[in-house]
């Protein structure tokens, strides 16, 4: 059984930072794409940031490009998100998806940036 299960999130001040990770099992971790993505109050969800299996390609949304860093372990099966200089626009539910065949998703852990 997949299991995605993310951890990380909490309450920032705009201009901090966060680390989101996102712990996997219940299927070969190494050998899949992995994403985050989020979705905020009233907004669709949209991706975040991708990370090829052996690391070799990322993308991200233009929106956190030169701010957020994706990366992974394959060794631990974690994936992670590294935010810098949030904005209140960062403000969401940040989920880890896999697809070892069909669409796996986390529960979710939530992200506040606010004064």
């Known amino acids: 059984q997949v299991q995605l299960v993310e951890s990380g999130g909490g309450l920032v001040q705009p201009g901090g930072s966060l680390r989101l990770s996102c712990a996997a099992s219940?299927?070969?971790?190494?050998?899949?794409?992995m994403s985050w993505y989020r979705q905020a109050p009233g907004k669709e969800r949209e991706l975040v940031a991708r990370?090829?299996?052996?690391?070799?390609?990322?993308r991200y949304a233009d929106s956190v490009k030169g701010r957020f860093t994706i990366s992974r372990d394959n060794t631990k099966n974690t994936v992670s998100l590294f935010m810098n200089s949030l904005q209140p626009e960062d403000t969401a539910v940040y989920y880890c998806?896999?697809?070892?065949?069909?669409?796996?998703w986390g529960q979710g852990t939530q992200v506040t940036v606010s004064s």
């Open positions: 998806y896999a697809f070892p065949g069909y669409d796996c």
């Open positions: 990370i090829t299996a052996s690391s070799e390609i990322t």
């Open positions: 219940g299927f070969t971790f190494s050998m899949y794409t």
